[in-house]
Nanobody, 126 residues
Framework: QVQLQESGGGSVQSGGSLRLSCVVS????????MGWFRQVPGNEREGVATIDTDKIINYAESVKGRFTISKDNAANTLYLKMSSLNSEDTAMYYC????????????????????WGQGTQVTVSS
C-alpha cells in the first residue's frame, strides 16, 4: 500500500527556516513525480514545487529563491527546505506522488497527483 508521511512542520517567526520531510513507502519512489503542495482553510490547494527522476524542478513564483525541493532516493525521502518564511507561507503542507513526467506546463494541477500524505502544519508568526 502506498503511503506518504510528512514531518518537520511547526511554528516559526517571520524570517526563519524549516525543513519538511516526506517518507514514502509501498512503491518505487524513484518512478514518480514528487511534489509539495499547501493549503489554507477556505482556499484551494496550491502547488509549491515538484521534482522528477531527472531532477527537473518547478517552483511556484511565490517561493522561488526561498524554498528548495530535493530528494534522497536511497532513503525514499522527499524534502522541502524553506527559508525567509513569512506569514503568507502559513498553511498545511502536503507531499504528493503522481505519474511522470512532472512537466513544466500545469505542473501544479492537484488532479495529476494520485497519492497524498496527511499534511504537516507550518505557522509563521510576525
Amino acid at each position: 500500500q502506498v503511503q506518504l508521511q510528512e514531518s518537520g512542520g511547526g511554528s516559526v517567526q517571520s524570517g526563519g527556516s524549516l525543513r519538511l520531510s516526506c517518507v514514502v513507502s509501498g512503491y518505487r519512489y524513484s518512478t514518480y513525480c514528487m511534489g509539495w503542495f499547501r493549503q489554507v482553510p477556505g482556499n484551494e490547494r496550491e502547488g509549491v514545487a515538484t521534482i522528477d527522476t531527472d531532477k527537473i524542478i518547478n517552483y511556484a513564483e511565490s517561493v522561488k529563491g526561498r524554498f528548495t525541493i530535493s530528494k534522497d532516493n536511497a532513503a525514499n525521502t522527499l524534502y522541502l527546505k524553506m527559508s525567509s518564511l513569512n506569514s503568507e507561507d502559513t498553511a498545511m503542507y502536503y507531499c504528493a506522488a503522481g505519474p511522470l513526467p512532472c512537466g513544466t506546463w500545469n505542473w501544479e494541477r492537484t488532479d495529476r497527483f494520485r497519492y497524498w500524505g496527511q499534511g504537516t502544519q507550518v505557522t509563521v508568526s510576525s
